[in-house]
């Protein structure tokens, strides 16, 4: 995600790396900062504790590994009681999938360590630099989507299913952090994490200013926001294995890195789930992605590795 917010006049804005990411909390006129650090830090550890894939702590961890034992020991399914952080951000990633018919799924863990990232990305690169042709097969089918048990609270899954929230988990925890701090502070509220950006209460006069940047950080289009936006990109997140680059952002209808033009898509739509729903899909759907767009109204800019740059849903031209 390549989106960085322009703090306007009358202000209050901190900033916080963690979980591999910058995030920034900006609100509207003069707010204790100490408030706003302590609300994003303490949201960012319970969204890592809940649904990391490099923690083996974490509950998406415990669940993957239930789930691996369970296929080893020829059970057919696999349930798991879960916090309500998971819980949450696992109903999210099913509203993904629902928005994008299936492009945009949550149990592609497996298919994405097939395709090596199954570590911290810098561990990935060096590892992978040396990795043998042919280790990127990452043809392992996809199966049915988990569901959310709402009465036991459970995640349910066949046995063997291994999930990863990186599509939508930051973005839901973005949605539900600035609705949280607009509510408590009675002003308007944008929380960017790792990019994914969302707004609550009433903007500044004007709009909340934001630079989007291209995966060089270079500044590409300033714009006016007042809901949310998203940057989906797969020059940022990208090693060798097999002497073949690759992504993060899996085709479940091929189990592998999507096959592209687009470098980065950025979206805008009522809530971050929703724009980075859209990003995301536009990406796997390839050159298809700007009908895709269009005939859905998401105001959208595609911008292809070669430079080349499209507009959708009335999303202005830089």
């Known amino acids: 995600m390549n989106t960085t917010i322009v703090a306007g ?9 963690a979980i591999g990411c910058d995030h920034r909390v900006t609100a509207a006129g003069e707010v204790d900062p100490d408030l706003l650090r302590s609300t994003l ?5 319970e969204l890592d504790l809940a649904v990391s894939r490099f923690r083996a ?3 998406l961890s415990r669940f993957n590994r239930l789930s691996r034992e369970a296929y080893e020991d020829g059970f057919v399914s696999v349930r798991m009681p879960v916090g309500t952080v998971f819980e949450q951000a696992m109903r999210a990633a099913l509203r993904t999938a629902r928005l994008t018919g299936g492009l ?24 992978c630099d040396h990795a043998e042709v042919g280790a990127t097969s990452g043809t392992s089918p996809v199966g049915p989507l988990p569901q959310v048990d709402d009465v036991r609270h459970e995640i349910v899954a066949a046995a063997g299913i291994e999930l990863d929230l990186g599509s939508s988990a930051k973005a839901w925890c973005a949605d539900e952090l600035a609705a949280e701090l607009a509510d408590e502070l009675g002003t308007g509220v944008l929380v960017s994490l790792g990019g994914d950006i969302a ?7 004007g709009g909340w200013t934001v630079d989007v940047e291209d995966w ?10 007042t809901q949310a936006v998203t940057t989906s990109s797969t ?23 999507a096959r592209t033009p687009w470098g980065q898509i950025s979206a805008a739509a009522p809530d971050a789930v929703q724009a980075n729903a859209a990003t995301t899909a536009a990406v796997i759907l390839g050159d298809d992605a700007p009908v895709w767009l269009e005939e859905r109204g998401v105001p959208a800019r595609l911008q292809a590795r070669d430079g080349r740059c499209v507009h959708t849903g009335g999303w202005a031209a830089a």
């Open 235 to 257: 020059m940022v997140r990208r090693w060798t294995r097999g002497g073949q680059e690759q992504h993060h952002i899996i085709d479940p209808r091929t189990a592998r890195p």
């Open 57 to 59: 702590d974490s509950e």
């Open 9 to 17: 006049a009358r202000t209050t804005s901190v900033k916080l790396h």
């Open 104 to 127: 945009v799924v949550p149990h592609l863990a497996t298919q994405l360590a097939a395709a090596g990232y199954d570590d911290d990305l810098d561990i990935v690169r060096r590892r």
């Open 216 to 225: 060089d950080s270079v500044v590409v289009q300033r714009i006016s926001v």
């Open 41 to 45: 830090s303490t949201r960012l550890a």
């Open 199 to 205: 707004t609550a209460g009433p903007p500044p006069d």
